[in-house]
């Protein structure tokens, strides 16, 4: 009577509650953890807080943290300056290599152009914001002086 007070009692029926447990949760996933597991976020409190402040849409709406996936589930992600409008084909939550992450989603090939057509122009600001004239310096300054006062 101690060991079935004590919580040691046999468990038979274990397996079987652990095979339900992984069959429910293979057609379910959590937005959140979902995110971390496709690699969009480095940690799920990344991703918790992203979904918080309306950087994910599901289906067009906002959702929170808790709200669970469905497979063809259409998925629009903000990180940064990049806009990524994915449908999920795989719910599994365990995080993986990233090339086995890419498998869980599809994404929009008119999104996927629109970003890199993006990065590439970001990459040409940046270039031309590198290779723009300044403001002389102290040592160019002193030069301006001296060349003023010969004349």
Request: no cysteine.
């Amino acid at each position: 009577m101690n060991s079935l007070l004590r919580g040691n009692a046999p468990r038979r029926s274990g397996f079987i509650r652990e095979s339900m447990y992984h069959e429910t949760m293979s057609d379910k996933a959590r937005i959140d953890k979902w995110l971390w597991a496709a690699r969009f976020f480095k940690t799920r409190g990344l991703a918790r807080e992203a979904i918080k402040g309306g950087k994910v849409e599901l289906n067009g709406t906002r959702v929170k943290p808790g709200r669970t996936l469905a497979e063809g589930d259409q998925l629009t992600v903000r990180r940064g300056d990049d806009l990524y409008e994915i449908t999920v084909t795989d719910l599994g939550d365990r995080r993986l290599s990233a090339a086995l992450a890419q498998e869980k989603y599809e994404e929009d090939p008119d999104a996927l152009a629109r970003r890199e057509a993006a990065a590439k122009q970001r990459k040409l600001d940046y270039q031309a914001r590198a290779d723009r004239q300044r403001r002389p310096d102290k040592r160019q300054r002193r030069q301006i002086v001296e060349f003023t006062k010969r004349t």
